[in-house]
């Protein structure tokens, strides 16, 4: 037999009949005081003795002095000549060098291992495990399930489900698991694994088990995963409220139990900020959560202001430009919880329970923002430097936002303001159409666009239509938009086509681009110009990559007028196209731009057949008309610019309008001044007659001597009485100073004089000069 530490022979009927003084040594027990005696009241384990001889494995052995000992025992059965059972020989392996190290290294692991039988009761722990457990590891052999150390009382069954299951399959089992020892200061995280050991093939005789200790890994995690999350959620806007709830929604409950927002009131009021933060600086409460419904812990009400007292946390913060921690017990930390208590907003009763809390200071680009405000008051775990470090990191995410948000709220102010100085404020008083209007900003964080709109009187009666649409958005496409409004006006008043006048916008875009140094499409832009002529009830417009006009008829539907769309100005190599169509009195045209039928999911002919819908539905009056259009067509979240503008077309009637043809020669005049004069007495204006005698004659006069064929003579009652003269020459007069002894050259300056307004425009025949004089009152 090979050699063994110790050897014991037992019968068949399991009655120890040998001990070696090995055995003496391991159990304590001298061989007159177990030999004769049944091996199994040696054995702790509960086994009849025919059992040991399929034994090999360790094995809880009873030591004289009351204590178990684990051996590794090995039977060796002792048959007779005919095949019959004797008994056998129980043996003990020596310790050899190789099982004193791996002893050894079982005994002194960094983790937790422990070795049970299939009854769930130790057989050997190591000394991590009893360090957990707080007991020697030598005094666990021979106790029962439960006492691993590692589990808490609500994952003890599932341990003891694990544990078994592993002795009834002998399939290893890997889990994760959690738990708080009481004097713990925060949970614990383990990775647990459990496999079987076995003396035979599918035989289990023991189950080892041992528990890794994750805790920093899994707060780095966890740490980790906060940070990631608040970089998806922080900041999907530009509104700095929306950004402190952001901020609030990922802390809370993970991190904290109440949480808080507070800004400095510069922030707010979108001025600079100062040089440094006073002593006792008021701060807006713009944000605060709770793991409680109604936020009972705050002390300040949402939107309210608060002045805190320098030895606050929050001030230190401010101060200091880091991150504060401090714990109950601290007497800057007390003071400050008392004076809040002391307050009657909220429940105190929440706020005494605050055992510690983090204040951090809202800093982005060198500027201090305000103060964010973590408190502990449920959770037991209290703030340690790592959760200083990574509220840090979480606040600094949140502050650039907050920054972000700020100064895309003052831009958004400035070019907002900036937008409405150039836009008409009000609407020039004219006779051709009742007009009515609507202006939305876009709310998106692209900011203020350059839509424009404009309503510009134009001789005759005559009145233009105009919208335009910017590219891009903020303070330069407002300033672009203004410079494009200003150039309309003024070549409105030369009386230009609508197809000329956007040639001649589209050369001022071209050219500011040039100036610049900015690509045209950067700075281009569309645009819609229409002139409607009340006598004719005639409307001609042109467009530069602006979609069309909707047109409403009395007793019609509503339709988008056939034009060609044209390039968007400064885009160029295409001529503009002039578009004309009559209109019976009372029709309803709509001008607007592509925010109010374009979206980001949205399907523009769509949006267009919506806006005719609503034309064709709505009654009242243009402004009720505006609002239904706007409500009805608009997307919920434009992200554009809205500008819309509605006319309603009104006539002049035969009975406002006089004209005469006159004949080339100088001797009409005088025909041409009593026809006027007849005329005037016939609406009741003759207090006009001397001014309007004057002018007929001047113009008449010039006409015949300067123009040519055909000559007519117009008068036109409106707000205003407006005389014009047309011939059939394109040479267009101006206005000179006669000098003291020249015997011409008076006659203009006498009518610009006499009139309020006067000028010429370019028709298909000829000119046309009109002057333009207030009704007598």
């Given at each position: 037999?090979?050699?063994?530490?110790?050897?014991?022979?037992?019968?068949?009927?399991?009655?120890?009949?040998?001990?070696?003084?090995?055995?003496?040594?391991?159990?304590?027990?001298?061989?007159?005081?177990?030999?004769?005696?049944?091996?199994?009241?040696?054995?702790?384990?509960?086994?009849?003795?025919?059992?040991?001889?399929?034994?090999?494995?360790?094995?809880?052995?009873?030591?004289?002095?009351?204590?178990?000992?684990?051996?590794?025992?090995?039977?060796?059965?002792?048959?007779?000549?005919?095949?019959?059972?004797?008994?056998?020989?129980?043996?003990?392996?020596?310790?050899?060098?190789?099982?004193?190290?791996?002893?050894?290294?079982?005994?002194?692991?960094?983790?937790?291992?422990?070795?049970?039988?299939?009854?769930?009761?130790?057989?050997?722990?190591?000394?991590?495990?009893?360090?957990?457990?707080?007991?020697?590891?030598?005094?666990?052999?021979?106790?029962?399930?439960?006492?691993?150390?590692?589990?808490?009382?609500?994952?003890?069954?599932?341990?003891?489900?694990?544990?078994?299951?592993?002795?009834?399959?002998?399939?290893?089992?890997?889990?994760?698991?959690?738990?708080?020892?009481?004097?713990?200061?925060?949970?614990?995280?383990?990775?647990?694994?459990?496999?079987?050991?076995?003396?035979?093939?599918?035989?289990?005789?023991?189950?080892?088990?041992?528990?890794?200790?994750?805790?920093?890994?899994?707060?780095?995690?966890?740490?980790?995963?906060?940070?990631?999350?608040?970089?998806?959620?922080?900041?999907?806007?530009?509104?700095?409220?929306?950004?402190?709830?952001?901020?609030?929604?990922?802390?809370?409950?993970?991190?904290?139990?109440?949480?808080?927002?507070?800004?400095?009131?510069?922030?707010?009021?979108?001025?600079?900020?100062?040089?440094?933060?006073?002593?006792?600086?008021?701060?807006?409460?713009?944000?605060?959560?709770?793991?409680?419904?109604?936020?009972?812990?705050?002390?300040?009400?949402?939107?309210?202001?608060?002045?805190?007292?320098?030895?606050?946390?929050?001030?230190?913060?401010?101060?200091?430009?880091?991150?504060?921690?401090?714990?109950?017990?601290?007497?800057?930390?007390?003071?400050?919880?008392?004076?809040?208590?002391?307050?009657?907003?909220?429940?105190?009763?929440?706020?005494?329970?605050?055992?510690?809390?983090?204040?951090?200071?809202?800093?982005?680009?060198?500027?201090?923002?305000?103060?964010?405000?973590?408190?502990?008051?449920?959770?037991?775990?209290?703030?340690?430097?790592?959760?200083?470090?990574?509220?840090?990191?979480?606040?600094?995410?949140?502050?650039?936002?907050?920054?972000?948000?700020?100064?895309?709220?003052?831009?958004?102010?400035?070019?907002?303001?900036?937008?409405?100085?150039?836009?008409?404020?009000?609407?020039?008083?004219?006779?051709?159409?009742?007009?009515?209007?609507?202006?939305?900003?876009?709310?998106?964080?692209?900011?203020?666009?350059?839509?424009?709109?404009?309503?510009?009187?134009?001789?005759?009666?005559?009145?233009?239509?105009?919208?335009?649409?910017?590219?891009?958005?903020?303070?330069?496409?407002?300033?672009?938009?203004?410079?494009?409004?200003?150039?309309?006006?003024?070549?409105?008043?030369?009386?230009?086509?609508?197809?000329?006048?956007?040639?001649?916008?589209?050369?001022?875009v071209t050219h500011l681009a040039g100036e610049s140094g900015e690509e045209v499409g950067e700075l281009g832009a569309t645009c819609l110009y229409a002139v409607y002529d009340p006598i004719s009830r005639r409307l001609a417009l042109a467009a530069a990559g602006h979609p069309p006009p909707c047109v409403l008829t009395?007793?019609?539907?509503?339709?988008?007028?056939?034009?060609?769309?044209?390039?968007?100005?400064?885009?160029?190599?295409?001529?503009?196209?002039?578009?004309?169509?009559?209109?019976?009195?009372?029709?309803?045209?709509?001008?607007?731009?592509?925010?109010?039928?374009?979206?980001?999911?949205?399907?523009?002919?769509?949006?267009?057949?919506?806006?005719?819908?609503?034309?064709?539905?709505?009654?009242?009056?243009?402004?009720?008309?505006?609002?239904?259009?706007?409500?009805?067509?608009?997307?919920?979240?434009?992200?554009?610019?809205?500008?819309?503008?509605?006319?309603?077309?009104?006539?002049?009637?035969?009975?406002?309008?006089?004209?005469?043809?006159?004949?080339?020669?100088?001797?009409?005049?005088?025909?041409?001044?009593?026809?006027?004069?007849?005329?005037?007495?016939?609406?009741?204006?003759?207090?006009?007659?001397?001014?309007?005698?004057?002018?007929?004659?001047?113009?008449?006069?010039?006409?015949?001597?300067?123009?040519?064929?055909?000559?007519?003579?117009?008068?036109?009652r409106d707000r205003s009485l407006i005389c014009e003269v047309s011939d059939g020459s394109s040479t267009s007069p101006h206005l000179r100073r006669a000098h003291a002894f020249d015997e011409g050259g008076r006659g203009l300056l006498l009518v610009a004089q006499l009139t309020q307004r006067w000028g010429s425009r370019?028709?298909?025949?000829?000119?046309?000069?009109?002057?333009?004089?207030?009704?007598?009152?």
């Amino acid at each position: 037999m090979e050699q063994v530490a110790a050897a014991a022979i037992v019968d068949a009927r399991g009655t120890v009949t040998g001990w070696s003084a090995g055995a003496q040594e391991l159990t304590g027990y001298p061989a007159e005081e177990v030999v004769g005696r049944a091996a199994q009241d040696l054995i702790a384990e509960d086994m009849m003795a025919p059992a040991l001889t399929a034994l090999t494995g360790t094995v809880m052995v009873r030591h004289r002095d009351g204590h178990t000992v684990p051996v590794c025992l090995t039977a060796h059965p002792v048959m007779g000549p005919d095949g019959t059972p004797l008994g056998f020989v129980v043996t003990t392996a020596p310790e050899t060098a190789d099982a004193v190290l791996v002893a050894r290294a079982f005994q002194q692991a960094p983790v937790a291992m422990s070795v049970f039988d299939t009854g769930l009761r130790y057989l050997r722990a190591n000394d991590r495990a009893g360090e957990i457990l707080r007991v020697d590891a030598a005094s666990l052999a021979g106790q029962h399930y439960p006492g691993t150390g590692v589990e808490g009382d609500a994952s003890d069954r599932r341990f003891h489900h694990h544990l078994s299951q592993v002795a009834e399959t002998g399939l290893p089992v890997h889990y994760e698991s959690y738990s708080r020892a009481p004097s713990d200061r925060r949970e614990h995280a383990w990775t647990i694994d459990m496999w079987p050991v076995h003396t035979a093939p599918g035989e289990v005789t023991a189950i080892a088990f041992a528990a890794v200790d994750n805790s920093e890994q899994h707060w780095s995690r966890q740490r980790l995963v906060l940070l990631n999350e608040a970089a998806t959620v922080i900041g999907t806007t530009l509104d700095v409220p929306h950004t402190a709830e952001e901020l609030l929604e990922v802390v809370i409950p993970r991190f904290a139990d109440f949480a808080s927002v507070d800004l400095l009131d510069w922030v707010l009021d979108r001025d600079e900020p100062p040089k440094e933060v006073l002593d006792e600086p008021v701060l807006h409460r713009i944000a605060h959560r709770s793991v409680h419904e109604g936020t009972p812990e705050a002390a300040v009400r949402l939107g309210d202001t608060d002045s805190y007292p320098p030895y606050s946390p929050p001030v230190r913060a401010l101060r200091e430009g880091r991150a504060v921690l401090r714990r109950a017990g601290e007497a800057d930390f007390d003071r400050w919880l008392q004076e809040r208590n002391s307050r009657g907003v909220g429940d105190a009763g929440y706020r005494r329970g605050a055992h510690s809390l983090v204040t951090v200071p809202l800093m982005a680009r060198g500027t201090t923002l305000g103060v964010a405000v973590f408190v502990r008051i449920a959770n037991p775990d209290p703030y340690a430097a790592d959760d200083a470090v990574l509220a840090e990191e979480l606040v600094s995410r949140a502050a650039v936002c907050v920054d972000n948000a700020r100064r895309f709220a003052r831009e958004r102010s400035t070019a907002l303001a900036l937008q409405h100085s150039l836009l008409p404020r009000s609407l020039a008083e004219q006779a051709a159409l009742d007009v009515a209007h609507r202006y939305l900003p876009s709310g998106s964080m692209a900011g203020i666009g350059g839509d424009w709109f404009d309503v510009i009187p134009l001789s005759g009666g005559r009145v233009a239509l105009v919208v335009g649409d910017v590219v891009g958005h903020g303070i330069r496409s407002s300033a672009t938009m203004g410079r494009l409004r200003t150039a309309v006006r003024t070549l409105a008043d030369v009386d230009l086509p609508p197809d000329e006048l956007l040639t001649h916008l589209d050369d001022l875009v071209t050219h500011l681009a040039g100036e610049s140094g900015e690509e045209v499409g950067e700075l281009g832009a569309t645009c819609l110009y229409a002139v409607y002529d009340p006598i004719s009830r005639r409307l001609a417009l042109a467009a530069a990559g602006h979609p069309p006009p909707c047109v409403l008829t009395p007793g019609g539907s509503a339709r988008l007028v056939t034009m060609s769309a044209g390039p968007p100005l400064g885009v160029g190599g295409l001529p503009f196209e002039e578009t004309e169509l009559e209109l019976p009195e009372s029709s309803l045209i709509a001008l607007y731009t592509n925010g109010l039928i374009e979206g980001r999911d949205r399907d523009p002919d769509h949006g267009a057949c919506e806006l005719c819908h609503a034309m064709e539905t709505a009654r009242g009056s243009l402004d009720d008309l505006c609002d239904k259009v706007v409500k009805s067509v608009l997307s919920d979240e434009p992200g554009d610019d809205v500008a819309l503008l509605l006319a309603r077309t009104r006539a002049l009637g035969t009975d406002q309008v006089a004209t005469w043809d006159v004949p080339p020669n100088p001797s009409c005049v005088a025909a041409a001044r009593q026809q006027a004069i007849e005329q005037l007495t016939a609406w009741g204006l003759e207090d006009a007659a001397f001014v309007t005698e004057l002018v007929v004659s001047e113009l008449v006069t010039n006409a015949i001597r300067y123009g040519g064929a055909p000559i007519h003579l117009r008068l036109i009652r409106d707000r205003s009485l407006i005389c014009e003269v047309s011939d059939g020459s394109s040479t267009s007069p101006h206005l000179r100073r006669a000098h003291a002894f020249d015997e011409g050259g008076r006659g203009l300056l006498l009518v610009a004089q006499l009139t309020q307004r006067w000028g010429s425009r370019q028709t298909s025949e000829g000119k046309t000069i009109w002057a333009e004089q207030p009704l007598p009152a």
